[in-house]
C-alpha cells in the first residue's frame, strides 16, 4: 500500500508531457504548449563554461549551500537588478526551485500549519505542502482583482485560519500577472506585524513585461526567497535554483540539504555561474517571448477564449475555455488528438473553477506558436 502522504493530485502538465511524448514517439508531430520550459539552448557562454568542466574530468559533490563562486556571483545579482545587498553566506543552492520549495517548507514549517497560497496557482506548492504534512489555504483570486492576492485577502485568511506562512508567486504561473510594488510591500509588511513567514517565489524574475517586478527583499530581511535558473536564464533540465533564506533558518536548511540533496550538481554550478554573464542573449530571448505574448493575446479571443488573465510576465496565458466546450479536461484531451497541440487543463492549477480554463505556455519559437494556434482555429471551423 502507498503512504497515506503519496496521496495528493498528479501534476497534469507532466502527464500531458508524457501522453505528447509518447505521441512524438509514434511519429506524431505534436506542438507543446503544455509545459513551462524555454525552447531556446542554455546560452554560449554556459555551454562553453560547461564543456570546461567535462574537459577538466572531475565533476564532484561541492558542500550542501553550494560553489562559493556561484553564491557570490548571485548576491552581485542582488546589487546590481534589485539595488540589494544580500550576504552570499544566506544563498543556497538547490536542485532547481523544487528542492528549494522543499528545504522551505521543511525548514521553516511544522506539520499542520497553514500556509497561504493563491488559487489559480502552481500545483506543486500544494502538493508539496500536502506531502509533508502541511495545510495549503487556497484564496480564490480573479480577474476582478487582476488575479493577485493582496494584503486585505491575506488578512481574512489570516483571521479564519491562524497562517504560519503565505507563499506569493510574481510573475505568477499559470496567470502571468505581477503584484504591484506597493501591494507587495503591503503583503510583507503584514505577514512581518502577524509573524507569518514570507515565501517569496521569484522564478520568472527577468520575464516581466509591463510593470517591473520586485523581489520581498526590498521590503523585509524576513522573506525567503526562492529562484531558479530555470525560466529567463534558460537552464530548466539542469535542475539548478538558489534560496536567499534569513539567518535563523540557514543551517536548519543546510541539515536538511546535507541529507536529502547532498549539493546541487556541480557542473550545473558552474555552468550557471557563467550564465550571468550572457544577459544580451538571455534578452533576445525574452524578446521572443514579448512577440509571442502579443501573438496570443490577440488570437487567444479570436478562438473563443475568454476571461483572459492579464498577461504580464512568465509566458503563460490562462484563459477561460470557448463556450459550448463540455470542460477542460476533455477540452485538452480533444486538441491533443485532433490537433496535436498539447495545452493543459485548468484543473491542475485550481481545483474548484479549474475545469472551465486551461494554461497555454508560450515558451516555444514563434513559428511553433502561430502553428499551434491555427491548428486549434481549424478545429474550431473545421
Not at 122 to 127: D, F, H, L, S, T
Not at 183 to 196: G, S
Not at 333 to 343: F, G, M, P, S, T
Request: proline letters at 5%; a negative charge; hydrophobic letters at 45%.
Amino acid at each position: 500500500m502507498a503512504s497515506k502522504r503519496s496521496d495528493i493530485d498528479p501534476f497534469r502538465a507532466m502527464d500531458v508531457l508524457a501522453e505528447a511524448n509518447r505521441m512524438i514517439a509514434r511519429g506524431d508531430r505534436v506542438l507543446s504548449l503544455a509545459v513551462g520550459q524555454p525552447a531556446a539552448p542554455v546560452p554560449q557562454v554556459a555551454r562553453d563554461a560547461a564543456r570546461s568542466m567535462l574537459d577538466h574530468g572531475r565533476i564532484a559533490y561541492t558542500d550542501a549551500l553550494g560553489r562559493q563562486d556561484l553564491r557570490e556571483r548571485i548576491a552581485r545579482h542582488y546589487a546590481d537588478a534589485y539595488g540589494q545587498t544580500v550576504d552570499a553566506a544566506q544563498i543556497m543552492i538547490t536542485t532547481g526551485s523544487s528542492a528549494g520549495f522543499n528545504l522551505t517548507f521543511l525548514a521553516a514549517f511544522d506539520p499542520g500549519d497553514k500556509i497561504a497560497l493563491a488559487a489559480p496557482g502552481y500545483p506543486a506548492y500544494r502538493n508539496i505542502l500536502r506531502a509533508l504534512g502541511l495545510v495549503p489555504v487556497e484564496i480564490e483570486v480573479d480577474r476582478t482583482t487582476g488575479y493577485i492576492l493582496t494584503a486585505e485577502h491575506l488578512r481574512a485568511a489570516h483571521e479564519e485560519h491562524r497562517l504560519a506562512g503565505v507563499l506569493i508567486a510574481s510573475p505568477a504561473n499559470p496567470t502571468g500577472t505581477v503584484t504591484p510594488r506597493d501591494e507587495l510591500r503591503r503583503l510583507v509588511e503584514y505577514a512581518d506585524a502577524e509573524d507569518i513567514r514570507f515565501v517569496s517565489d521569484e522564478i520568472y524574475h527577468g520575464l516581466a513585461y509591463g510593470r517591473a517586478e520586485a523581489t520581498a527583499l526590498e521590503f523585509s530581511d524576513r522573506p525567503i526567497i526562492v529562484n531558479s535558473f530555470s525560466k529567463y536564464y534558460c537552464m530548466t533540465g539542469w535542475r539548478i535554483g538558489w534560496l536567499i533564506l534569513p539567518n535563523a533558518l540557514l543551517r536548519a536548511a543546510e541539515r536538511i540539504g546535507q541529507s536529502l540533496y547532498i549539493s546541487a550538481p556541480e557542473l550545473s554550478q558552474f555552468a550557471a555561474t557563467a550564465v550571468f554573464d550572457a544577459a544580451a542573449e538571455l534578452d533576445v530571448v525574452r524578446d521572443g517571448y514579448v512577440k509571442n505574448r502579443d501573438l496570443i493575446a490577440r488570437r487567444l479571443p479570436q478562438l473563443g477564449f475568454r476571461d483572459i488573465a492579464p498577461i504580464d510576465g512568465a509566458f503563460y496565458a490562462y484563459a477561460a475555455i470557448p463556450e459550448g466546450e463540455s470542460g477542460a479536461t476533455q477540452f485538452a484531451a480533444d486538441i491533443l488528438q485532433r490537433c496535436h497541440v498539447a495545452i493543459t487543463p485548468g484543473t491542475d492549477f485550481d481545483t474548484r473553477r479549474g475545469e472551465n480554463f486551461v494554461r497555454l505556455s508560450y515558451a516555444c519559437d514563434h513559428a511553433t506558436l502561430a502553428e499551434a494556434l491555427d491548428r486549434i482555429a481549424d478545429r474550431r471551423t473545421g
